[in-house]
């Protein structure tokens, strides 16, 4: 995978290296030819004597105060300073590596006005490993993402703090021992660093790639499931599934024949089997889990896309001409989010009436009551199916759509707004919550396959349980059971459940 980043055609798959850190992105040479045309547009006009919004004017209500050319300097510091108003714990690296990048892709469009000694500074950092501290909380996801993204750009002028080698530091400091000289902002740049969706498209972008992995990890876990129940596999024959037509559905099927494929336990049942059919949450796993899969693809085209946009305001335009637009409005990142959330939330939903199948005597066909050897004496997997439940719940109160809300801010000049940032981070716990539940119908089937013995699952599904096993061992007598679901959570979170599988098994964005 390359990692030169061509403004406008920046892969899903590069930002997610981004993310995960196994990728220095660097900004196509190329594209610094129309940023420093633009750069030269602003600089001409901010000399002269007509007004152009941002650039020798105030901002947002104060747009009508115009400023004279000597102090634009101060106007662009000043703004950065006077934004940086962020709460709450700072951002994750990986986050803050991928708003940066963003950043990078957005200016590289050429159309923002910004000189490319800017984009150099911020490439430095990226390369070097310096990463602004930039508070969670603060933005509204319109005008721009300004709190976070002017804690961004204060690291970029030696203000605000930064981590470097691990140690959070004055910006300042962390530059210089990175030896990187801080930038002066000049007409329009700092308007230009701040003004954009990126915050809000980053904290989209890896609640994404989070859901994703908890989504190909329930398949896992399902098809698990699945077989400790004794379920039949005939709701997921292929014509099944093309005969509705949509490819989530398909490719969801498709997964879970390739992981059932070969289990004893499949085929001790399959003539003697009196059952006609199976609870839902088990036969309908495809259309359920399919939906979501389509709802993650559709989110993933929404991101991409946004990714790769010019989305500060002004905008220096091809003929030359500077238009004050509304490109910073996150509401399409807001709408991804929100149809992120819904599908997260269903994803455990069906997962968790999986694990109360499992623990549940009356339908789980001949598995002992809460997958314990010795129930009454012992209660097994009673509270961990309890825990799945209090997080489905959980998720279900988050997944309300941010996007349907709005406060007037800055004087009623921003008077709708999309909430997309904190729409986006949401996300994070969410996934935190599935990984989680997802983590325990992993553990909760392993045991209910390892009481099946002598039978054993598919050769695909056997090797999760022995990656399960050694981590976690089987469980015969009650024991202190929170450590083993913090490192079932950590399974899925880390991909580290799904690793033993054939590449292509299960279905990609």
């Known amino acids: 995978m390359s990692n030169m980043l061509v403004p406008g055609k920046v892969s899903l798959e590069t930002l997610a290296a981004v993310y995960e850190g196994s990728l220095i992105p660097k900004l196509d040479e190329k594209a610094l030819k129309r940023v420093q045309a633009s750069a030269d547009k602003v600089a001409a006009i901010a000399g002269g004597e007509k007004a152009h919004y ?83 909380k603060g933005s509204v996801g319109a005008s721009g993402d300004l709190a976070p993204l002017a804690h961004m750009t204060a690291a970029l002028i030696g203000e605000g703090e930064a981590k470097f080698d691990d140690k959070v530091l004055p910006a300042k400091d962390a530059l210089a021992k990175a030896g990187i000289t801080p930038i002066t902002l000049k007409a329009k740049e700092g308007l230009a660093m701040i003004n954009g969706t990126q915050a809000s ?171 314990t050897p010795k129930p009454g004496l012992n209660s097994g997997f009673m509270i961990a199916e309890v825990t799945s439940a209090a997080l489905m719940s959980e998720n279900k109160q988050m997944s309300h759509p ?47 396959i390892d009481l099946r013995a002598p039978l054993t699952s598919s050769p695909a599904l056997d090797a999760v349980r022995k990656a399960v096993r050694n981590e976690i061992p089987k469980l015969d007598d009650d024991r202190y059971m929170a450590g083993d679901l913090k490192r079932a959570t950590g399974l899925v979170a880390s991909g580290r459940l799904i690793a033993p599988l054939t590449e292509g098994t299960l279905p990609a964005l």
């Not at 006077?82 to 950043?103: E, W």
């Not at 024959?237 to 070969?262: C, K, N, W, Y």
């Not at 997309?420 to 089937?445: D, K, P, W, Y």
């Open 402 to 448: 941010a996007s349907v809300d709005s406060t007037p801010t800055s004087a009623n000049q921003e008077d709708h707004v999309s909430m997309a940032c904190h729409g986006a981070r949401r996300l994070l716990q969410m996934t935190e919550n599935l990984f989680s539940i997802v983590g325990i119908e992993a553990i909760s089937a392993a045991q209910g």
């Open 54 to 136: 941002g650039i020798n004017t105030g901002f947002g209500k104060l747009a009508s105060v115009r400023i004279p050319a000597a102090d634009v300097e101060t106007l662009q510091r000043n703004l950065i300073l006077s934004h940086c108003c962020g709460v709450g714990a700072p951002l994750a690296d990986g986050i803050v590596r991928l708003i940066m990048t963003l950043k990078l892709i957005s200016l590289g469009r050429g159309a923002s006005g910004v000189r490319p000694q800017v984009i150099d500074v911020l490439a430095a950092m990226l390369e070097k490993n310096v990463l602004p501290i930039i508070p969670e």
């Open 201 to 371: 498209t980053a904290l989209a972008l890896a609640g994404l790639f989070r859901a994703h992995r908890a989504l190909v990890s329930s398949l896992v876990s399902g098809a698990l499931s699945t077989d400790a129940a004794m379920g039949s596999t005939s709701p997921f024959h292929p014509e099944v599934h093309s005969l509705r037509g949509h490819q989530g559905q398909i490719d969801a099927a498709h997964a879970l024949r390739a992981l059932m494929d070969g289990s004893q336990i499949r085929a001790s049942h399959e003539e003697a089997d009196e059952r006609v059919q199976d609870p839902y949450c088990l036969r309908c796993q495809p259309q359920v889990v399919g939906a979501c899969l389509d709802l993650l693809r559709q989110a993933a085209h929404t991101l991409i896309v946004e990714a790769n946009a010019a989305t500060d305001n002004p905008l220096v335009l091809s003929d030359g001409t500077i238009v004050s637009g509304g490109n910073f409005h996150a509401e399409p990142v807001a709408f991804a989010a929100d149809q992120i959330a819904i599908a997260i939330c269903e994803i455990g939903a069906i997962a968790q009436r999986r694990i109360a199948l499992l623990v549940d005597p009356v339908l789980s066909y001949g598995l002992p009551a809460f997958l």
